[in-house]
């Protein structure tokens, strides 16, 4: 398991904004994979719409890192599904992510302000 | 027995990571496929409609699938597999096969007669007991599987897992004995230094002694966890393999 650093960069915005729609996914309770991508799609209005050929990487290099746990259920006739949840590592990273998401984010506008003023 | 079996079966021909991961990872995309699939037929959509709108959203680009290949398959993976790889090759077998039997009858034929117990360290009592719990828990695991049958195990984790950490530890304890009796030994060398040659002698057998319980426990383990391990991958082999078979 590596520690991971999430201070958000301009460099990796785009795996950071993705981890971070994953793992706040999660904050709201465990999912299978398919519904996450629901989850984040409807509540960004459609903003965010996550592939699921995206989303299987992120998925699985997160619990590699123990940022997040899938487990596999025995779901009846449905046979078995994958359900991921947040770790406590996990909770912990998204707070150090939202932490540096707003950083970011004001700094940007800042900028912008600036540049109109 | 997933209606997108061709789907599967294409992503699977261009998914470069090994047996057990490709297995565990064409299930969970086929179960997700399938759930998705319901979801958008309770919410009205016709069959057809619902089957596109899974294809589209279950796009495995080949830049998606070389990401989970490089999650999976690390250079530490593939140089462990092209090990663990030989080992599927009849003659490494054959030798797995006569170093067991080597093991078994050099060290058991001494535990069996008490020989090694007597002249080993005190530690070898729990090398035992640990041996005997990693028996017990792989004969426990590998009941399970056999009940589980075909394609039906979990694709998670096979549960073998445990089996190794009892072979190091054994590896572990007995080498702990070996320091342990060494201190001692030390110590009454140096309250009669006349008999130091005695002692450093006595130190080795029983050194030995431990080694051999420490290490043929671990190899005894060792073997079944690769026995195990290779039945178990064999299922969610077949598992997936039913999987892209059937189509509906």
């Known amino acids: ?32 994979g398919y519904q996450l991508a629901l989850d984040i799609e409807e509540g960004s209005g459609g903003r965010f719409g996550f592939k699921h050929g995206t ?28 359900r991921y949840r947040l770790t406590q590592p996990g909770v912990r990273y998204l707070e150090a992510l939202r932490v540096s998401w707003g950083t970011l984010l004001e700094r940007f506008t800042h900028l912008m302000e600036e540049e109109r003023s | 027995m997933s209606r997108f079996a061709e789907a599967l079966a294409e992503a699977s021909s261009r ?13 969970e995309v086929a179960a997700d496929m399938d759930d998705l699939y319901r979801t958008y037929l309770e919410r009205g959509h016709a069959e057809e409609e619902a089957r596109e709108g899974v294809l589209e959203h279950f796009d ?12 999976h398959d690390t250079p530490l993976d593939r140089s462990l597999r092209s090990l663990s790889g030989q ?51 792989g004969a426990w695991r590998g009941w399970s599987l056999r009940s589980a049958g075909a394609g039906t195990l979990p694709p998670g984790r096979s549960g073998t897992g445990f089996l190794l950490g ?12 070996v320091w342990v009796e060494l201190y001692r ?53 077949a598992a997936a393999t039913r999987l892209l078979e059937t189509t509906p």
């Open chain 1, 1 to 32: 398991m590596t520690e991971r650093d999430p201070a958000v960069e301009p460099q990796s915005l785009t795996k950071h904004f993705n981890e971070a729609l994953i793992l706040s996914s999660l904050e709201r309770g465990p999912k299978h």
């Open chain 1, 55 to 82: 989303l299987y990487p992120i998925l699985h290099k997160l619990e590699g890192d123990g940022l997040i746990a899938g487990e596999w259920t025995d779901e009846g006739q449905r046979g078995k599904r994958k």
């Open chain 2, 15 to 27: 998914l470069t990571v090994p047996e057990p991961v490709r297995s565990r990872i064409l299930l």
């Open chain 2, 60 to 71: 495995l680009s080949q830049e998606a699938l070389r990401e989970l290949a490089a999650v």
């Open chain 2, 87 to 137: 080992a599927r090759a009849p003659w490494a077998r054959t030798l797995l096969a006569l170093l067991g039997l080597f093991v078994a009858l050099g060290s058991g034929g001494l535990l069996l007669r008490g020989e090694l117990l007597s002249h080993a360290s005190p530690l070898a009592w729990a090398l035992l007991a640990l041996l005997a719990a990693g028996v017990g828990g």
């Open chain 2, 166 to 177: 009892l072979a190091a530890l054994q590896v572990l304890l007995g080498l702990a004995g």
């Open chain 2, 185 to 237: 030994s030390g110590l009454a060398i140096r309250s009669a230094p006349g008999q130091a040659m005695l002692h450093l002698v006595g130190w080795l057998h029983l050194a030995s002694a431990t080694l051999v319980v420490s290490l043929s426990g671990a190899l005894v383990l060792g073997f079944l966890w690769f026995f195990l391990e290779t039945h178990a991958q064999r299922l969610q082999a």
